[in-house]
């Protein structure tokens, strides 16, 4: 080889090499990792006799009141409270401004867990309500009533506007009591809450305390009791534990929460859908069984088609792992079950996904990352129109406290990071655009931090990204 091939040779190594270089520059760039930095302090735990923990005056007085949605389309009510002197009845009276009083009747029930024996736990579902409608409820018949209201939903429509909250990982430190007086206090209002798993955090405790999680029930029913929230299990709410001769996982959860999941073909209560206005939400649990032939894996199979977005066009999905996630805390621990469904997350066109268990708050550009077959190689996430944004929002509050080490540099599927506690809001417009924003608990109640509009994926499919918003 002479001198000048030698050059020409060496010249064109070069520019491949600027090439590569270049283009892992691409690949790499990431979006913004915001410049906030929240002081780093430690989170507490509130004490038991904090105000937000105070038990209702009256002998046998309901107390941790809470609702949720009772089936799939938003005409019941499912009412849980706990009574502690006695059973009491396990009934609730009911009417709207235009109705008589009506009764329903339920059941209550008791659970051991260690040494801890629970009081009794209340469930009552109320059907055949009418929609968009104020109802007034009460509970504690026979001995102290206390009185709620909810409002139910507009009619199940591709056009309903409707706001739903998000928090996750809530815990009832002193960061939880910020957040949730942010979402009481947010100008948008959410119209029901979508919790993303990790309730109570009574697992922190030795032996469990499971008085946690009856501070934790008095804690939230202020928000609780007067709007639905739809349950996500996360990993605190295992509490599986053979140390301590716990071995059935679930058990304080399953005894105090109620999800509607038989009205959807679910066998089991931590995998199910609602729909809710123009939403269709489905449900998934990343500790119960996911491969394939699982219960889970054949309710997600059949459930997938069966969502008709001439009815509800706003696909949302939500579950506490994250799939899409950078920071070092979790990683990758959603990675099995994304590998399972997230080609039918694309075939399907859904929305948005919604998870928490990360302690901070990340949202991604639409990005799919399903060509990988073993040998082709391609592994690395992509832009997709057909794609989920990817949302985590586990920043509620609880003591483990936030997750402040991102991955570096910032992965290009990133659109925007922060490590700071908060909750967020979306709302739904009309059968195209929704709006989004999720809001720091250091700013105030109306101030948005991050923010999108959503377009939606089959109605709507343009190209909603943050550089094409910008």
């Known amino acids: 080889m002479g001198l000048a091939s030698s050059s020409v040779s060496s010249m064109l190594a070069v520019f491949l090499v600027l090439g590569l270089v270049l283009n892992l520059g691409v690949i790499c760039n990431g979006g913004k990792t915001s410049t906030f930095v929240r002081k780093v302090e430690k989170s507490v735990d509130m004490p038991f006799d904090s105000d937000v923990f105070k038990a209702p005056h009256g002998y046998n007085a309901p107390q941790q009141v809470h609702i949720t949605q009772g089936d799939q389309l938003g005409k019941a009510v499912i009412v849980s409270w706990v009574t502690v002197d006695e059973p009491g009845f396990s009934k609730v009276i009911y009417w709207s401004a235009k109705s008589k009083k009506k009764i329903a009747g339920g059941k209550f029930n008791t659970y051991k867990y260690s040494d801890y024996s629970s009081p009794y736990i209340h469930h009552v579902t109320i059907r055949n309500l009418k929609y968009n409608t104020k109802y007034y409820y009460e509970v504690g018949i026979g ?46 209002k959410g119209q029901a809450l979508l919790f993303l798993g990790d309730l109570s955090y009574a697992d922190h405790y030795p032996k469990h305390d499971n008085n946690r999680w009856d501070s934790w029930g008095r804690f939230v029913e202020r928000i609780a009791a007067y709007q639905p929230w739809i349950w996500t299990a996360g990993n605190h709410e295992l509490d599986f534990e053979p140390k301590i001769g716990e071995t059935k996982p679930w058990k304080p959860f399953t005894n105090r929460y109620r999800t509607p999941f038989k009205a959807s073909g679910s066998t089991a209560p931590f995998w199910y859908s609602i729909k809710r206005a123009s939403a269709h939400i489905i449900v998934l649990s990343s500790y119960s069984a996911y491969g394939k032939y699982t219960p889970q894996y054949s309710w997600l199979e059949e459930e997938l088609p069966k969502v008709n977005r001439t009815e509800t066009p706003w696909l949302i999905v939500l579950l506490h792992s994250p799939w899409y996630n950078s920071y070092n805390y979790h990683y990758m621990e959603g990675e099995t079950m994304r590998v399972m469904y997230e080609a039918w997350f694309v075939k399907y066109k859904v929305d948005v996904v919604f998870a928490g268990h990360v302690h901070a708050y990340e949202r991604t550009e639409r990005i799919s990352n399903i060509a990988y077959n073993i040998v082709n190689g391609i592994c690395v996430p992509v832009k997709d129109q057909s794609a989920p944004v990817y949302i985590t929002i586990g920043d509620g509050g609880n003591i483990e406290g936030l997750a402040t080490n991102m991955t570096e540099p910032q992965p290009a599927y990133s659109a ?36 999108m509009w959503f377009f939606n994926r089959y109605y709507h499919p343009v190209d909603d990204s943050t550089s094409a918003q910008s």
Do not use: C, M
Request: cysteine-free; proline content about 7%; hydrophobic content about 30%.
């Open 416 to 451: 925007f990071r922060e490590a700071s506690f908060g909750h967020a809001t979306f709302g739904i417009k009309n059968r195209t655009h929704a709006y989004y924003s999720w809001h720091r608990n250091q700013d105030g109640y109306a101030v948005e931090a991050d923010s």
């Open 143 to 188: 001995h102290t009533t206390r009185r709620f209201w909810f409002v139910t939903p507009p009619p199940v429509g591709p056009d309903v506007p409707y706001t739903f909250g998000l928090i996750g990982d809530l815990g009832q430190t002193f960061d939880s009591n910020k957040t949730v007086t942010h979402y009481e206090l947010n100008p948008q």
